[in-house]
T-cell receptor, first 116, second 113 residues
């Protein structure tokens, strides 16, 4: 099973709402990632979690708050977003360990977010 | 700062044709290079990963090559099919195994029946 599951598939929210995106994998991966992808652009890395600890934050605004409750689950909490935050949010996971020769990232199908 | 460029941005070919997609990167100090496929509105699927010490990888009709010294990679697709129509993205990972990928802008491929 090489599946990364993201929910919801679509989300519409107002600028004052609080919502969360969820990502789950059962491949035993210990690294998980959030990416943001605008239309016709490549994905941009937002956060990396390694062994449930935040290892990379690409200077993302604080209105995006990641959380990794356990090794299989990754959340992205959203609060007071702006219309320009509308995008496809992708989650990915990979094996972890500097001893590994390969670090293939497996992506979920994404959550399409619209901020009104 | 690492920059990844993909040429062409779009490509349309008739079914059965062999084709080459190009990827170039500015900093040759990479850990690996990956090629992904993305269907419209979907997530990414990893196609091939080439480690920095390797020259090429093959999977079925796909062959990816890597020339680190010149900062180039190519993805060769043999006998293209309409089902190959998608956007193809290359991404590089820096020397330290952080998992941080820098993506190119992608090549959108259309294979006409």
């Amino acid at each position: 099973d090489t599946e990364v599951t993201q929910t919801p598939k679509h989300l519409v929210m107002g600028m004052t709402n609080k919502k969360s995106l969820k990502c789950e994998q059962h491949m035993g991966h210990r690294a998980m990632y959030w990416y943001k992808q605008k239309a016709k652009k490549p994905p941009e890395l937002m956060f990396v979690y390694s062994y449930e600890k935040l290892s990379i934050n690409e200077s993302v605004p604080s209105r995006f708050s990641p959380e990794c409750p356990n090794s299989s689950l990754l959340n992205l909490h959203l609060h007071a977003l702006q219309p320009e935050d509308s995008a496809l949010y992708l989650c990915a996971s990979s094996q972890e360990g500097v001893w590994l020769a390969k670090n293939i990232q497996y992506f979920g199908a994404g959550t399409r977010l619209s901020v009104l | 700062k690492q920059e990844v460029t993909q040429i062409p941005a779009a490509l349309s070919v008739p079914e059965g044709e062999n084709l080459v997609l190009n990827c170039s990167f500015t900093d040759s100090a990479i850990y690996n290079l990956q090629w992904f496929r993305q269907d419209p509105g979907k997530g990414l699927t990893s196609l091939l990963l080439i480690q920095s010490s390797q020259r090429e990888q093959t999977s079925g009709r796909l062959n990816a090559s890597l020339d680190k010294s010149s900062g180039r990679s190519t993805l060769y697709i043999a006998a293209s099919q309409p089902g190959d129509s998608a956007t193809y993205l290359c991404a590089v990972e820096g020397v330290r195994n952080t998992g941080k990928l820098i993506f190119g802008q992608g090549t959108t491929l259309q294979v006409k029946p």
